[in-house]
DNA sequence: AGGACGATTAACT
DNA sequence: GTTAATCGTCCTC
């Protein structure tokens, strides 16, 4: 069953940390297989100079101004594929970017979409091999995460953040390098590497944000 | 109509 | 550490 819709229709800076650890599963192709996240990132749309929604509705970007519980999936770099979660409320256009995941089923599946992947830890090492591992692209741009029918629902998302959580600046932007809004959970193996935008690490104990 | 660039990855040196 | 790959989207003319 999925994730009640409700779920989803808090700001990003309040779902991310709590998408940390919850398992996301895709069926494309009669193939299933799951992930359990380990890195996200809030983007908080209008106003958000990152985000792709900061200049307004587009085509590409108006699944992130209506309600939430909706995959958001874009194509960069000519070859490549993200995707994010649409939250907050109707209207607004706030959204987690999905960075990195742990495969806890469906490996072999995740393995032959991943060829380059050269251990288990790189078939969702980043978000565009995560998105790869569970055929998440231009078929399920727009996917209702909440429909029962879906080939793209969360399995489980924590009611609380994790005990533990880190954040830091995001990766690959160049605006608003100085906002901690990259989440992820210390001492996973399929958390990538941290790159230009931020050396520092904010290790957050106890638990982030609201009930 | 044209062009710059990107919420990246993989394969190099 | 560096760089090619590759094309949809969006901004400018």
Redesign the pocket.
């Known amino acids: 069953m999925p994730v009640a819709r409700e779920r989803f229709g808090i700001d990003s800076l309040r779902l991310a940390p709590r998408l940390l650890g919850a398992v996301l599963v895709s069926e494309v192709g009669g193939e299933r297989v799951a992930v359990r996240i380990t890195e996200v990132?809030a983007?908080a749309?209008t106003d958000?100079p990152?985000?792709?929604?900061f200049?307004?509705p587009?085509?590409?970007?108006a699944i992130?101004f209506g309600p939430p519980g909706f995959l958001?999936c874009?194509?960069?770099?000519?070859?490549?594929w993200?995707a994010?979660v649409v939250c907050g409320r109707d209207g607004v256009a706030s959204?987690?970017?999905l960075?990195?995941g742990e495969i806890v089923a469906g490996e072999a599946v995740a393995q032959s979409r991943?060829?380059?992947?050269k251990t288990a830890r790189?078939l969702a090492?980043?978000?565009?091999?995560?998105?790869?591992a569970l055929a998440l692209g231009r078929e399920t741009d727009g996917a209702d995460l909440c429909d029962p029918a879906s080939a793209v629902w969360f399995e489980s998302l924590p009611s609380r953040p994790a005990r533990e959580i880190c954040s830091g600046p995001?990766?690959?932007?160049?605006v608003a390098t100085d906002w901690p809004w990259r989440f992820w959970l210390p001492n996973e193996p399929s958390v990538?590497a941290f790159?230009p935008g931020g050396r520092k690490r904010v290790v957050t104990t106890g638990q982030t944000g609201q009930p």
Do not use: Q
């Not at 990152?50 to 929604?53: K, L, N, P, V």
């Not at 874009?74 to 490549?80: A, D, E, K």
């Not at 090492?125 to 790869?132: I, T």
């Not at 995001?170 to 160049?174: E, F, H, K």
């Open positions: 990132e983007y749309g958000d990152a985000s792709h929604a200049r307004g587009t085509p590409r970007t992130m958001y874009y194509f960069t770099y000519g070859m490549h993200c994010n959204a987690v970017l960075r990195a991943r060829p380059a992947a790189d090492r980043g978000p565009a091999r995560l998105a790869s995001r990766v690959g932007i160049s990538s790159k």
